[in-house]
Nanobody, 117 residues
Framework: QVQLVESGGGLVQPGGSLRLSCAVS????????MGWYRQAPGKQRELVAA???????NYLDSVKGRFTISRDNAKNTGYLQMNRLKPEDTAVYYC???????????WGQGTQVTVST
């Protein structure tokens, strides 16, 4: 069974930084595209960033230049480095692993990120 465990959320002031981690177990990590989604209260879940096994990344326009997605296939872990955080980045952030072999999708439990004074 594939499991995703997130860590790294918390409370930070505007302009600050956080790094989220997503540890994947139970399968071959390099066979998955990794993504980070977020959901703010009253809003739909949205894709923040995604990265393929080969390292190609794409970003939500509002986070380009501030967030960086990366992965370490040897450690079965994905990351989201978030810099220059804004109050509108406040949300629950979810890690996602999408198989490139079969039609399967897995989610982490979510981690709260709050940007506030």
């Amino acid at each position: 069974q594939v499991q995703l465990v997130e860590s790294g959320g918390g409370l930070v002031q505007p302009g600050g930084s956080l790094r989220l981690s997503c540890a994947v177990s139970g399968s071959i990590f390099r066979l998955y595209t990794m993504g980070w989604y977020r959901q703010a209260p009253g809003k739909q879940r949205e894709l923040v960033a995604a990265i393929t096994s080969g390292g190609s990344a794409n970003y939500l326009d509002s986070v380009k230049g501030r967030f960086t997605i990366s992965r370490d296939n040897a450690k079965n872990t994905g990351y989201l480095q978030m810099n220059r955080l804004k109050p509108e980045d406040t949300a629950v952030y979810y890690c996602n692993a999408k198989s490139i072999v079969v039609d399967k999708n897995y989610w982490g439990q979510g981690t709260q990120v709050t940007v506030s004074t």
